[in-house]
């Protein structure tokens, strides 16, 4: 399993774009990257998952360059709803076990 | 659309007491999860399950128990609880494994609130 790192938080306003990085050095080959969103008092949601290049879906893009140490959860034009903990997982065990580190606290505000 | 449904959502408990948590999921998922969440902490795996009858440790499975006697189902228990289980606990569902690294989403419930006097 990758060790993934993330900044701990980051704030925005409404309609920026926020971009959230997160390093992992020591991916496999065949893993890939997942992120998902925890709001206050829920449990958290699979936002996106990528292996290299671009992917993007109606939420974010993500971003992984061609040595794939690091890659790049991109939300457009958050809004205050966007506010949330944001969890970047590299690869997985097998029975499809997840390791979630300590996430990054995205606060937008007004 | 139910997805995973915990019950309860609360409770609060004393020093040695018992008690089971139930996780239920429609989606006719093979694989199943518990974990705990402490605050402002990441989730860690307690145990958990690749199908009906099965089940298997986590990161930090002391202190808990599972069963898994129906495919829809996946109870975590306590036997006799500590306050250091005090957490918020979510449980999952998934599909199987894939071959490759990338991993199938796993769908949360909404998760209990678990204190322990």
């Known amino acids: 399993l990758a060790k993934t790192t993330q900044p701990i938080s980051m704030d925005s306003y409404e309609g920026q774009e926020v971009n959230i990085t997160c390093s992992h050095n020591n991916i496999a080959t065949n893993d890939y990257i997942t992120w998902y969103q925890q709001f206050p008092s829920q449990g958290p949601r699979f936002i996106i998952q990528g292996y290299k290049t671009k992917v993007t879906n109606e939420v974010a893009s993500l971003f992984i360059p061609a040595d794939r140490k690091s890659s790049t959860l991109s939300l457009p034009r958050v809004s205050l709803s966007d506010t949330a903990v944001y969890y970047c997982?590299?690869?997985?065990?097998?029975?499809?076990?997840?390791?979630f580190g300590g996430g990054t606290r995205v606060l937008v505000k007004p | 659309n139910a997805g995973v449904t915990q019950t309860p959502k609360f409770r609060v408990l004393k020093t040695g007491q018992s008690m089971t948590l139930l996780c239920a999921q429609d989606?006719?998922?093979?694989?199943m999860y518990w974990y705990r969440q402490d605050p402002g902490m990441g989730l860690r795996l307690i145990h958990y399950s690749v199908g009906e009858g099965t089940t298997a440790k986590g990161e930090v499975p002391d202190g808990y128990n599972v069963s898994r006697l129906k495919k829809q189902n996946f109870l975590l228990g306590l036997e006799s609880a500590a306050p250091s289980q005090t957490s918020v606990y979510f449980c999952?569902?998934?599909?199987?494994?894939?071959?490759?690294?990338?991993?199938?989403?796993?769908?949360f419930g909404d998760g209990t609130r678990l204190s322990i006097l």
């Open positions: 989606m006719n998922h093979e694989y």
């Open positions: 997982l590299g690869g997985k065990a097998a029975g499809n076990k997840l390791t």
């Open positions: 999952a569902s998934s599909k199987p494994d894939r071959s490759l690294g990338s991993n199938q989403p796993q769908h």
